[in-house]
């Protein structure tokens, strides 16, 4: 099975157009072949090979791989100013998958102390039946921030805003914070949308997107996202996405 890293460009380049045109642009160049300026939403579960291995485009199989969903990737890391995105069948899945990556039995997370429910539960009904501590704080309490960190922490799970309280963290103050003591940053952008911020910009080690919110727009698809600059946390999130299934074509070009 092929693993696709999708990514928003080459080198800076990602980084020469505004946002407006990489929101409209990104990810899906004109067709080479009939010059469509939209992706097709392609349904295929399997792609021939011209030989064992020999892949036409990097597909084999629409679990590893998907043409329609490359698209939102690529899309999705340009409009975050990343290199690499895995798009998910809903924001909690991306939320597992980016757990289940970074964190072992016997490690620590930081989370909000208004933390997104979904993902409260996740922690606190599964991952801590697998050895893993959480401890909540108010993440716009810097000193907190520092107060809880221990030897065992392995991430600081940022939301901001919050869902639903809205609450704000400094994202740039919590990343030099967390980068010394070699904690990794992941910042939950769904209420923002990387039209307000950019999180990776800032020093953060993942952004994590329920699409199904603003960058959806409009109450018709359920999907997630994981963003990155880390190549090798981009193939973690490949492998258990690869593993566990990810969103299909269709949803992906709604």
């Not at 921030?145 to 994202?171: G, H, K, M, Q, Y």
């Not at 109450?219 to 299934?245: H, I, P």
Request: aromatic share 6%; net charge negative; proline share 6%.
């Amino acid at each position: 099975m092929s693993q696709q890293r999708n990514t928003s460009g080459d080198g800076d380049k990602r980084r020469v157009h505004g946002l407006a045109t990489r929101a409209i642009h990104a990810g899906y160049p004109p067709d080479p072949l009939t010059g469509a300026v939209n992706p097709a939403i392609n349904t295929s579960s399997t792609f021939a090979q011209d030989g064992v291995g020999i892949l036409r485009g990097g597909f084999d199989y629409s679990r590893s791989g998907n043409p329609t969903r490359a698209a939102l990737e690529a899309a999705l890391a340009a409009v975050e100013q990343g290199r690499f995105c895995r798009a998910f069948s809903s924001g909690m899945a991306a939320t597992d998958c980016a757990l289940r990556a970074l964190l072992r039995p016997g490690d620590h997370v930081v989370i909000p102390d208004d933390a997104y429910g979904g993902t409260f539960r996740l922690i606190d009904k599964v991952f801590t039946e697998w050895g893993v501590d959480y401890t909540p704080v108010a993440l716009a309490d810097l000193d907190a921030v520092r107060d809880a960190i221990t030897p065992r922490t392995r991430l600081i799970w940022v939301e901001t805003p919050t869902n639903p309280l809205l609450s704000i963290a400094d994202i740039g103050a919590i990343a030099d914070i967390a980068r010394p003591r070699s904690v990794k940053v992941l910042v939950d952008n769904t209420f923002a949308s990387p039209a307000v911020q950019q999180p990776l910009a800032l020093g953060a080690d993942v952004v994590l997107h329920s699409t199904t919110k603003y960058i959806g727009g409009h109450s018709d698809v359920v999907g997630g996202a994981l963003v990155t600059d880390d190549e090798e946390l981009d193939a973690a999130f490949g492998f258990l996405q690869n593993g566990a299934g990810a969103v299909p074509a269709r949803s992906t070009y709604t």
